[in-house]
Each structure stands twice: as C-alpha cells, then as structure tokens.
C-alpha cells in the first residue's frame, strides 16, 4: 500500500453526476477508502447492485466493476441471485432511503431474515431528491417537503432497528460527518458474513437542506455533528428527545448462519440423498 | 437421480416443464406460490437441488423475477412460474429484463381473470399481456403449449429462443395444460438440441449493441460490466437524454426479434391449402379444435387449422396464406377475444374471421361448438 489513495483507482472516466455538497460524494470515498485499506487493488472481487435514485448511482456506471443497476427498490432481489450463483464475490448493494426503505422495503426486510449474505448500504438522505424533494418514509415529522407543504404528518422509520429485528447480522449507522467511523464500519461489514446493514445519514442540501433551513452542505453536516448520540445516549431518551437526534454506531455483530450456507447445504444433502 | 433419461414418461405438465427446464441447462428457480402454477416451483424445489441448481421461493413476483435476472447475469440459465395476479407483479422486472438483455424464462399458467378472477380455472385472458404487458416498445417471445409433451418440448425451446436472442421468453400455458397428465418422451441426450448464450472474447467491451445480438459476460469474470435499465450506449453506459441512442437501441431490442419470425413462428399446421373453412386456435382449446375439423371433413366440409405454437411473434404469413384459401376462419380462445384481432389484422379482409369465445368457470370450447360453427358457416356459403 505504498501508493497513496485515490478514488480514481477504482472509478471510470467519466464525470459524477452528484450535485455539489452532496453526501454520496463522501459515502463514495468512504467505501473507496475502505476497499483500498482492505487491499484490494481493483474491484473484481465485487459486483455491485443498485435501483434507482441518487445513491444508486454511487456504483452505477461509475465504478470501474460489475455493476448491476435495477428498477426503483429491486436491487435486493437482483442481489439475491447474483450472490447464490456466485457465493465467492462481494455482493454491495447501494441505494437511497426511497430505495431501500419505501419500494423496497419488503425485499429489504426478507433479504435480513434470510441472513442473505450481502453488504446493504443506505445512503438516507431524508427525502427523495433525484425526483426533486418529496417526502420519504425517513423524512423526520414536521419535515417541509414538496409533498408535505405542512410538514410532514409520518413518523419516519427507523432502518437499522428494523435490520436488527429482521436478524441481520451486521447493522451500524453512521453519518457523513463521521467518515472514519463510516469507512471503519464498511470495512468491518466487507468481510463480516450474512446480511450487512450500513445507514450513511447524508446531506442533500439541494432538494431537503434548503428546503428545512439550512444554507449549504456544511450546516447540514455540523447538524449531524451536534446532534448524532450513541446508542447508550438513546436509551435515556424517550420519543420526542429521540426524534431530534440521530442515533449513531453498531446495533449488532452477530454470527447467525447464513442463507448462501444454507441453500448450499440443501445442495449437499439433496444430492449425497440421491447417491444413496 | 440427475437429469432425467431418454424414455417415455406419465407426466402432469408441470411436471413435464420442470424436467424440461432441467434438462435445457436450468440451474436456478426462484418463485412465490400461486394457484394453478406452485406445481413447478414444488417440483423445481425437489430436483434442481439434485443437480446442483437451486430453487428459492421469494416474498413475491417481483422479488422472483429480480432474482432470476441476477441469476442469469451470474451465468445461470434461469426461470420462474406464476399465474395472472404474479405475471401482473412481474411486468416491471420484465420490462427491465427487455431492455438489458437479459436471458430468461417466464411461465406463465393462464387461470380467469381479470384479478383473483377464479383461481382454480382455465383461461386464455393473458394473450395480450403477455405481449404488452410492461410499459415501452418491445417484441416478447411467446410460446403456447397444448400438451405435457410440448410443456416439456416448448420449455426447451423457450430456454433455447432466450440464450440464442438474449431476451426474456414466455411459455404461456394454461391450468388445463399444466395439470393435464400424458405420456411425455424425453428424447435421447443426443436428440436434444441445446443453445447457450454467446460469450465475450476476453477483449471485448460492447455487450449491449454493435451486433444484432451481442455476447453476455457473466458478473465476476473480469469484463466489467454495466447493466443498466435506463438508455444505455453498446457499453452499458447511461445516456439518459440522447434521442439517438435511445432509437438505436430499443429498435435493435425490436428488430432482434422481428427480423427472425421465421425462425421463431412457429405453427402446426393441417389442409390449409386445400379448404374453405380455417379454425386457428392455441393452448387449450387447440385440442378440442383437432376433433371439430375431423368431424367437419367426415362430414364433406373442407377444413383446415392452423394451431399457434408461437403466439408472439405472431405468425402472420401463415394466417395470411390461410386467409388467401380460405372464406372463414374461425377463432376460438377463452376469452372475450384477443387473438382473434391479431387474425382479422393478417388477414386483410380476405376471409371473414368469426369469433368463438367462452369465459368463466373453467368450462373449455367443447368439440362440438366448434364443429356446429364450422357446418353453419360453410352453409351459409360466402359473406
């Protein structure tokens, strides 16, 4: 690892397509970085999926690797059968909260209970931006968005604590302004096994930030700063103290046995029944 | 047990298209329950693991379709099966399958709708989804069987007409042919023709154009690839505005099939050079049509039939060289009509296409309905 990091290792040649002060930008270095302090010299232990939205297009054609970018909240279901043909690659999955967690929600949930061994990164940025800034099923209550001029009427839903309750067996979350934390976490879920859970909580100051009173990316960022709290912070909080802040670190690390383990094991058994 | 040996077999249909499928190369299966089509997934759950492969029943339709184009994307010969209310769930993925080029097969057994309709009960109401069922431009392969033997033959055609085009393929069958038990031969391996997708040369980059049907890397095997949904260029890079690659390439998806009915129509066929009455028909119902003409020409009235193997594309110079012999053709279906259009539409005013449909209940065309309608119309002479 002589050679200094460089994002450019890993990517193709072609312009990113985020807007500036946009959070995927450092979701991107981060797992970058992570990959690279892993020693990996190139993506080709990888594939990546994805489904639609900005955060989707984090690997989408933008990394120089398998890339496998599917219709709005199906890159789970994709997942799944990339990772049980082909047990020895990476499987990642990159999408946004609308991704994961509205269209996708039930994919999301199975692939958990299922321990399907993939890595899931959640990129929450809070609201759905590539279509302009309407409300998502993570938009904090009272949240202004084109689609809740009020403010919002929903309580938002807490991913993480959902992955846990489903059974995967990674789950942190972190924010944009903590991208050692992040890509410290990335790097622990690469080479953890069953399915891996990481929420990025992420500015998008162009169709949210603004939109709630803050500036630019930077405010946005220090907000997260000021008002992300451990879990054991968040045990002392009840519902109105919990929904001002983001509740930040590792809700699980566990070893269930895995879905690839199993079907495989299926295999094994269905065919020595066979010999015998 | 591995692949199934050379013989002849008593098989339900279902049973006939998950040996089949097995057979083809298929070596993954993923699918949610549903009444009349769970007998594939509940027998694909028993065998494919004997030869390796896998079978997974996922949280719905889609989820089942996104699985297996990730299958297929990682090398695998891959299917589902579903009926109406799950083939409705499907289009999405379809669709995208459609447009990345992606090998795979989707069964379909036809029960009444529309809705939950009757769970339990044939119908032939899907004809026209299953050509247009996903939003955009596009030409589906659809195939219809009329017997476990062909649930088993077409299966294997199915696989083959995906690797060799690169598209999803449709066998849409219906709960009388998936249920229906009959002796099934299996052809001797050497008999079995099997066609696999073609592979890039280890230099190659374009897997989305360039030629008609360009080569398919599997994930993992160094080639980069980037599959994408949304207009993409010859090497899987979006283009999200451009008129001109968006025109390139769904045309190509477009004439990729269209260029080669030939090859894919495919028809059986019986006096359609020598009569004055034509029946066309499909699935089911082609069964009962068989008898009617027998009785038709017992009875001195020239008859003929053509049964549609193929449904999409659609056969249309063998309907037009039909309707050039014949005054009347006649267009049975278990449905309020929907092939039929496609006849009148090939036809081209010259010959009468007239309309036999029943619905509900899981009641078929009978023989003799067809039988009375061929006499009456031959009576009734010209016009």
Redesign the interface.
């Known amino acids: 690892m002589a050679e200094k990091f460089s994002v450019k290792k890993y990517l193709r040649d072609?312009k990113l397509p985020f807007c500036p002060g946009c959070g995927a930008f450092t979701v991107m270095d981060a797992f970058l970085r992570a990959v690279y302090e892993l020693g990996y010299e190139d993506l080709?232990k990888f594939?990546f999926?994805s489904g639609i939205g900005c955060a989707s297009w984090i690997p989408?054609?933008y990394f120089?690797?398998?890339?496998?970018?599917?219709?709005h909240g199906?890159s789970?279901?994709?997942?799944?059968?990339?990772?049980?043909?082909?047990p020895?690659?990476n499987v990642v999955v990159f999408g946004g909260d609308g991704d994961i967690a509205g269209i996708g929600l039930?994919?999301f949930i199975?692939a958990a209970r299922r321990n399907l061994d993939i890595l899931v990164i959640m990129v929450n940025n809070m609201v759905y931006g590539m279509t302009g800034g309407q409300v998502a099923p993570t938009t904090p209550l009272k949240a202004k968005t084109t689609t809740t001029p009020y403010g919002s009427f929903e309580y938002p839903l807490d991913a993480a604590k959902l992955a846990v309750a489903a059974g995967a067996n990674y789950v942190a979350r972190w924010t944009t302004a903590h991208p050692n934390q992040l890509k410290d976490a990335i790097k622990k879920a690469i080479h953890a096994k069953g399915f891996r859970f990481i929420e990025a909580v992420s500015q998008c100051p162009t169709a949210y930030g603004r939109k709630v009173g803050f500036r630019d990316a930077g405010e946005m960022i220090k907000w997260f700063r000021e008002n992300a709290i451990t879990i054991e912070q968040a045990e002392k909080l009840n519902e109105d103290g919990l929904a001002q802040k983001i509740v930040a670190g590792e809700f699980v690390e566990r070893k269930r046995p895995t879905f690839v383990e199993a079907?495989y094991r299926?295999?094994e058994?269905?065919?020595k029944a066979?010999e015998n | 047990m591995k692949a199934v040996k050379h013989g002849v077999y008593f098989w339900q249909g279902s049973e006939a298209c998950a040996e089949a499928a097995i057979l083809a190369g298929c070596r993954f299966f993923a699918g949610y329950p549903i009444t009349p089509a769970s007998e594939i997934a509940e027998n694909l759950a028993k065998r494919l693991p004997q030869v390796g492969g896998i079978a997974i029943q996922m949280e719905d339709e889609i989820a089942s379709v996104g699985a297996v184009i990730g299958a297929s994307w990682a090398g695998a010969k891959a299917m589902t099966a579903t009926s109406g209310p799950g083939f409705s769930l499907m289009q999405e993925n379809i669709g995208y399958a459609f447009m990345t080029e992606t090998p795979c097969v989707i069964v379909n057994v036809q029960r009444a709708g529309p809705s939950t309709g009757q769970a339990t009960k044939c119908a032939q109401g899907d004809v026209m989804q299953a050509r247009w069922g996903t939003h955009g431009d596009y030409s589906a392969i659809v195939l219809s069987p009329n017997s476990p033997q062909e649930m088993f033959t077409l299966t294997m055609r199915a696989f083959n007409l995906a690797e060799k085009y690169r598209t999803p393929v449709i066998l849409l069958s219906d709960e009388v042919i998936a249920h229906m038990r009959e002796k099934v031969a299996v052809p001797p391996v050497e008999k079995i023709e099997i066609i696999n997708r073609k592979k890039p040369k280890a230099d190659e980059k374009a897997f989305f154009g360039l030629v008609e049907v360009p080569p398919m890397p599997a994930v993992g095997e160094g080639f980069n690839v980037a599959v994408t949904g949304s207009t993409h260029d010859e090497y899987g890079i979006r283009f999200t505005s451009d008129p001109k690659v968006h025109r390139r390439l769904v045309e190509r998806l477009n004439s990729k099939i269209q260029n080669h009915v030939e090859d894919i129509a495919d028809v059986e066929s019986y006096n359609v050079e020598d009569c004055r009455i034509g029946v066309v028909s499909y699935g089911c119902t082609s069964r009962a049509v068989y008898e009617a003409v027998e009785n038709a020409v017992a009875q001195g009235v020239k008859t003929g039939y053509v049964r549609l193997k193929t449904l999409w594309p659609f056969p249309e110079k063998t309907i037009k060289k039909l309707a050039e012999k014949a005054e009347k053709i006649i267009v049975p279906e278990i449905n309020l009509r929907q092939i039929f259009y496609e006849v009148e539409r090939a036809a081209e005013g010259k010959a009468k296409v007239i309309p036999i449909n029943k619905i509900g209940g899981g009641e078929l065309i009978a023989p003799e309905e067809i039988m009375h309608k061929i006499l009456e119309e031959a009576k009734k002479g010209d016009g």
């Open positions: 072609l080709s594939v999926c989408s054609p120089m690797a398998d890339s496998i970018h599917t219709p199906r789970i279901p994709v997942a799944t059968g990339v990772k049980l043909l082909k020895d690659l039930s994919h199975h079907v299926i295999i058994e269905a065919q066979e």
